[in-house]
């Protein structure tokens, strides 16, 4: 029933930062965890972080960590993606998910997906 927006994307410099939003349009977070995914052109969607269902347990690829932090708002339906000191290689599309398997790496146990929103970063 859930159906997600991310929002925030756009064109920045290297040691910049950017937040990302991720918000139930429609339905509520629930109790499900949320994950954020990226990907790149000619690559395959690779996680980045997940936060769980009260927001007390995060986890982070080991690419981002340190640079980036999760924050959930469930009065809200919202889930936020703080991105610091960006660099080239975060550039990709960015994707939140749901899962009601609690807090996932892979793709697969994530139900429902946003359209996803462009993150640039310029060298």
């Known amino acids: 029933q859930v159906q997600l927006v991310e929002s925030g994307g756009g064109l920045v410099q290297a040691g910049d930062s950017l937040t990302l939003t991720c918000a139930a349009s429609e339905g509520t977070l629930g109790d499900d965890a949320v994950g954020w995914f990226r990907q790149a052109p000619g690559k395959e969607r690779l996680f980045v972080g997940a936060v769980s269902w009260n927001g007390a347990s995060t986890f982070f690829a080991s690419s981002v960590k340190g640079r980036f932090s999760i924050s959930r708002d469930n009065a809200k339906n919202t889930v936020h993606l703080q991105m610091n000191s960006l660099k080239p290689e975060d550039t990709a599309v960015y994707f939140c998910?749901?899962?009601?398997?609690?807090?996932?790496?892979?793709?697969?146990?994530?139900?429902?997906w946003g359209q996803g929103t462009q993150v640039t970063v310029s060298s």
């Open positions: 998910g749901t899962t009601s398997y609690g807090l996932a790496t892979q793709s697969s146990p994530y139900h429902t």
